[in-house]
């Protein structure tokens, strides 16, 4: 018959060798790692100090650019062109700490490592980066601003002001509506208040048994004491259609670019006819 090896059972005094022998580890690592960052309290240090310093001046970047395009009147793209100067700065700074801190770090091998992540980010967040740089483009080129009028689709008002998200347009009715900064790139937009003058047109008719000169110069004599309607240049009356029993007539005016002056002035020019 074989040998058969009689299995003994764990004893406690075996037990409490192992618990022992575990928590020795344990304590070794602990002083290891407590040796290492001893070893690397100075570094880490002047890591910190180079940090803050970063930030401080990181802070006075953006402080200073958004200062001057605030004083060009281009507030919104000193708001994002700063936001992007603090942070590449405070990333660069953490660059250099994390180098101070391991200076074993290969920088190369971290900013190919950025690169390859900033990739993965990119995939992740595409909508976002696509706001954020067709607002960087429309504050750039600067096709409108603040305070401008402008129609986007079924969308209009004035503009409140362009984030690096979204531009916010406040409707006539006192509604703020948020517009992705890519809808509005990639859309025709039409700017009420590109220009200091535009012009508003209204139609009417007149039947044929009246005298087209007297008509015209009845509804001349009733625009005039209309503040809202400018004088440079005039009024304009013109036979437009032929109808088959009236003439239509259009009538045209120039006002100031702003919509409230077209709201006033066609409602009073149509009560003076």
Request: aromatic share 8%.
């Amino acid at each position: 018959k074989p040998d058969i090896k009689e299995e003994h059972p764990m004893t406690f005094k075996d037990s409490t060798d192992k618990i022992s022998n575990g928590i020795g580890l344990a304590w070794n690592t602990v002083q290891s790692w407590a040796a290492e960052f001893y070893t690397l309290l100075p570094n880490i240090l002047a890591a910190l100090f180079i940090l803050t310093l970063f930030c401080v001046v990181a802070a006075l970047f953006k402080r200073g650019v958004a200062t001057y395009f605030k004083r060009q009147g281009r507030i919104d793209l000193g708001t994002l062109l700063s936001d992007l100067m603090f942070w590449l700065i405070v990333a660069f700074g953490a660059l250099v700490s994390l180098t101070i801190i391991t200076p074993s770090l290969n920088a190369a091998d971290l900013v190919s490592g950025l690169g390859i992540g900033s990739i993965a980010v990119g995939f992740a967040f595409k909508d976002i980066l696509q706001n954020w740089m067709s607002g960087l483009l429309i504050l750039l080129r600067l096709p409108f601003r603040r305070g401008d009028q402008i129609k986007v689709g079924e969308i209009e008002g004035t503009v409140q002001r362009i984030t690096p998200r979204a531009t916010i347009i406040r409707t006539y009715d006192g509604k703020d509506i948020v517009v992705p900064n890519t809808n509005i790139y990639t859309s025709d937009i039409t700017i009420q208040t590109s220009q200091k003058t535009r012009r508003v047109d209204i139609k009417i008719t007149v039947g044929y048994e009246h005298d087209i000169e007297i008509i015209k110069t009845m509804i001349l004599n009733a625009l005039k004491p209309i503040e809202e309607i400018l004088d440079d240049p005039e009024p304009q009356i013109l036979c437009w259609t032929l109808g088959a029993t009236s003439l239509g007539l259009k009538i045209r005016w120039w006002i100031k670019s702003e919509r409230s002056e077209e709201v006033i002035s066609r409602a009073r020019a149509i009560q003076a006819i």
